[in-house]
């Protein structure tokens, strides 16, 4: 297991530890010359997202053990480069062309820097293919791929409320859609400022793919789904391969948060059943944001109590 934080500094430690257990003699530290911004396995490797549009990647040795000391670091942008400070150390800047997401999509590595997107073979490193997300050149804030439509990838840029999807192989935008008319009919029963406030600065705040349902989370705290096979069908049955806004649904889920989303994850749960099926795995949806809402409840006070930091557990 791995922890990030902005002093450059990698935390290793058994996955078993706890909090309390997490001790400084028990924990392997290696520190980098840049900012982690995410981290990633797969393959028996360990990225690391960097500044200057550096890959830092993770080996085992030929005794099976992880080799800490050697690194390799794979520049995937030729453009990117390190500005001298003038006293001959390099700027840790946050925006200095930093891979901002790093997600595994239909077995390759999605790395995003500003509003651009390089496909890269986990193998070679070498990038195989690049393309801009968006137009008006916001930077990529994020991806989600998953479910048994491994061919298709979800993304959102910053500061906008649509979202894109991708054939994961050809690169080629099959859908734009915006969130806005979905969260406005969520945010009816909210006061108007409230709501013309959140209207107002609304954007896509994260996505994550859950079995076969895309998760959206928002800045106005509403969480939307949308089921993917059945706009897998619906592409399928499209005559030119590309969707419209009118093919798909977006649903508003009974609740939310009173701020933006921030996380979405999930986790399985193994549970012990008293029938002759024995164990099984159940799955939950977390979603972390500001606040809590009840849509189902017209209380005056919706949209305003953003003060604590609230999960959100949800059965599937």
């Known amino acids: 297991m791995g922890a990030l934080e902005k002093i450059t500094t990698l935390f290793i430690c058994e996955c078993s530890q706890t909090v309390k257990t997490f001790g400084r003699k028990s924990r392997i530290c290696k520190q980098l010359n840049s900012s982690i911004h995410s981290i990633l396995y797969t393959d028996n490797k360990v990225f690391l997202a960097l500044n200057y549009g550096q890959l830092c990647i993770f080996t085992r040795d030929i005794n099976d053990r992880w080799d800490f000391d050697c690194p390799i670091i794979k520049s995937i942008e030729e453009n990117s480069k390190k500005s001298d400070n003038g006293n001959g150390e390099f700027n840790n800047d946050e925006n200095s062309d930093r891979i901002s997401i790093l997600t595994l999509v239909a077995g390759r590595l999605w790395c995003a820097i500003r509003d651009k997107i390089y496909v890269v073979c986990p193998n070679s ?11 008006c050149h916001r930077h990529v804030s994020s991806i989600a791929a998953g479910g048994s439509s491994m061919h298709h990838v979800w993304i959102a840029s910053q500061g906008s409320h649509e979202i894109r999807l991708y054939h994961a192989t050809h690169f080629v935008c099959l859908l734009e859609t915006s969130i806005r008319t979905a969260v406005t009919q969520k945010l009816q ?30 800045s106005s705290g509403v969480i939307l789904n949308l089921t993917i096979p059945q706009l897998i069908d619906s592409l399928s049955t499209s005559t030119n391969n590309k969707l419209t806004s009118n093919s798909i649904q977006l649903k508003g ?15 399985d749960k193994n549970f012990i059943s008293t029938t002759e099926e024995g164990t099984t795995i159940k799955t939950f949806v977390i979603t972390i944001g500001d606040g809590f809402e009840d849509y189902n409840n017209n ?11 609230h999960l959100i557990l949800w059965k599937i």
């Open 299 to 309: 209380d005056e006070t919706l949209g305003k109590d953003d003060a604590l930091s």
């Open 125 to 135: 490193l070498n990038v195989e293919h690049s393309f801009i997300v968006d137009d």
């Open 253 to 267: 889920l009974s609740y939310g948060h009173a701020g933006p989303v921030r996380f979405i994850i999930s986790i």
């Open 189 to 218: 029963t909210c006061d108007d400022i409230i709501r013309a406030h959140k209207l107002g600065c609304l954007y896509v705040s994260t996505l994550y793919v859950c079995k076969e349902t895309l998760w959206i989370g928002t």
